[in-house]
């Protein structure tokens, strides 16, 4: 999906070049279930190229309530479009304190409304079916049917994240789980955006809850914060084929050890086959990411850095707990097996 058709250049004054990459893998998992890529992916390579971009990646609740939101998460990165879009010359206007209001307050508003705006539309032009009634009965029974009835909006549920670039700023934000990473010049990793806490276990914020606006996190990075080398974005199927989430981090400068090893054109033809690695060694499920990548010629990179890259070509660090807990578990079936064999 294209993003932000933004101003002509001769427009515009000249800004500092990004390259905007990324891929979207349909989970291992969802495959062998016979259900599609739940994930939705937004780019716009020329745009970064101008050095004014917006980049986004969202992601499907699946679920027994959330019945459309592979399609609710391909409405939250157009929305994200728009929104980033339609207030990009207001940002560019703006003093510090008056794009700290816009992030936290009027973007997640407009993306919240654009998106409820096109989740009413799709409903309307295909309302639910009664198979698709009698299913959510089947799997979540009367409550989990009087909240969608009570609320439509919740079959598209979805989680989204952003970045919206421009000369001077960098706007940063998301709602939901997931991972926003930035490898600074400097090659200090951070995750910029403010936690939240209510991220437990299987809950997370979405665009389809009351007052989802109020539940985005959202931060402004502005002078030489505002051109990091590498901005990464991801979906949870993403830090969920690791073994410790901490490892996104790690990786992300691993990332910078990649694009410097082989260049962004080769790296963005390998990242597909390296997200379906993960995947199929690690969470199963659906895995997004999108990459803002600046001047990573000169960051220093950890030796960790390094070895992680090579770990990943030895399938080392793509096991997630749930996969080495079915490698331990099928080896004790199999000894127990071979046991019973021996007693025959």
Known sequence: ???????????????????????????AAHVQDGLPNQDALLLDAAAARRGRVGIAVADGHGGA???????????????????????????????????????????????????????????????????????????????????????????????????????GALVLGQIGDGDLVTVDADGSVR?????????????????????????????????????????????????NSFRDSGDVLEMSQAFVAWLQRHGTGAAEARLPAMLEHATHHGSGDDITVALLV????????SQRAGQLLAAYGRDARWTSRRTLRAMVWGAVLLLAGVVVWMRL
């Open 1 to 27: 999906m294209s993003a932000l058709p933004l101003p002509t250049a001769e427009a515009m004054p000249r800004a500092a070049a990004w390259r905007a990459l990324g891929a979207s893998v349909r989970g």
């Open 65 to 167: 309530r959330h019945f459309r939101s592979a399609t609710g998460s391909r409405l939250a990165v157009s929305a994200a479009r728009e929104a980033m879009q339609t207030m990009l010359s207001a940002f560019e206007a703006a003093d510090s304190t008056a794009r700290a209001e816009m992030a936290s307050i009027a973007l997640p508003r407009r993306i919240v409304q654009r998106w409820a705006e096109l989740a009413r539309a799709e409903l309307a032009a295909r309302p639910i079916t009664q198979d698709e009634w009698r299913r959510l009965q089947e799997a979540d029974g009367p409550d989990g049917v009087a909240r969608v009835h009570n609320n439509p909006l919740l079959a598209y549920g979805s989680t989204l994240l952003f970045a919206l670039a421009l000369p």
């Open 191 to 239: 995750r910029p955006v403010p936690p939240d806490d209510r991220l437990a276990g299987q809950f997370t914020t979405s665009l389809s809850r009351p007052g989802a606006e109020h539940d985005f996190r959202c931060v402004v990075r502005e002078g030489a914060l505002a051109r990091p080398a590498l901005v990464l974005l991801a979906t949870d199927g993403y830090a």
């Open 294 to 301: 600046g001047d990573v010629a000169s960051v220093p990179v």
